[in-house]
T-cell receptor, first 111, second 113 residues
Framework: GENVEQHPSTLSVQEGDSAVIKCTYSDSASNYFPWYKQELGKRPQLIIDIRSNVGEKKDQRIAVTLNKTAKHFSLHITETQPEDSAVYFCAVNNAGNMLTFGGGTRLMVKP | SQTIHQWPATLVQPVGSPLSLECTVEGTSNPNLYWYRQAAGRGLQLLFYSVGIGQISSEVPQNLSASRPQDRQFILSSKKLLLSDSGFYLC????????????FGEGSRLTVL
């Protein structure tokens, strides 16, 4: 089955700095790559996603880049703010369009 | 708009007791439905998914079962809980066709003592 590795598992940055989280996957047929944000005790919520027909997508301070050849994609958060502190999960679809999630990254933004 | 409700929000159960978590979706027809479990500080593990009434697939062998008695209702059950069943359980729905966003319920935090 699909194997999704996410790094780093924890990330601490100073407010205003950028944060980058990377995921690698194994199934070359995967074509949907979402990122979810989960605040403490809450449900995961989609913050951005990308499909395999594009290499980059941006939404204000958040961007996702995809390298299909190397089978990895990354979440970029610029000008981080304390409210960006949360756990972030990447995910990848498999042949049955089920999502396999990475292990999560705990992002801490220090004011 | 679509909404997803999940209950109860929290429960504390003794080892060996039964479990029933319920999830309902509104505003969409024939959704794919999912149960995920999240252990403390860990990732999301897919437990069950359903593409239609009465159709349940399990991703991992376990002490739990799932049922889908109606199109927009998904139930997670156990006859006898184990300590290892503790966790945060999330119901989710997604599009019937193709890959797309998963919408999660509020979650049910289960503590087995």
């Amino acid at each position: 089955g699909e194997n999704v590795e996410q790094h780093p598992s924890t990330l601490s940055v100073q407010e205003g700095d950028s944060a980058v989280i990377k995921c690698t996957y194994s199934d070359s047929a995967s074509n949907y790559f979402p990122w979810y944000k989960q605040e403490l005790g809450k449900r995961p919520q989609l913050i951005i996603d990308i499909r395999s027909n594009v290499g980059e997508k941006k939404d204000q301070r958040i961007a996702v880049t995809l390298n299909k050849t190397a089978k990895h994609f990354s979440l970029h958060i610029t000008e981080t703010q304390p409210e960006d502190s949360a756990v972030y999960f990447c995910a990848v679809n498999n042949a049955g369009n089920m999502l396999t999630f990475g292990g999560g990254t705990r992002l801490m933004v220090k004011p | 708009s679509q909404t997803i409700h999940q209950w109860p929000a929290t429960l504390v159960q003794p080892v060996g007791s039964p479990l029933s978590l319920e999830c309902t979706v509104e505003g969409t027809s024939n959704p794919n439905l999912y149960w995920y479990r999240q252990a403390a500080g860990r990732g999301l593990q897919l437990l069950f998914y359903s593409v239609g009434i009465g159709q349940i697939s399990s991703e991992v062998p376990q002490n739990l079962s799932a049922s889908r008695p109606q199109d927009r209702q998904f139930i997670l059950s156990s006859k006898k809980l184990l300590l290892s069943d503790s966790g945060f359980y999330l119901c989710a729905w997604g599009p019937f066709r193709g890959a797309g966003e998963l919408f999660f319920g509020e979650g049910s935090r289960l503590t087995v003592l």
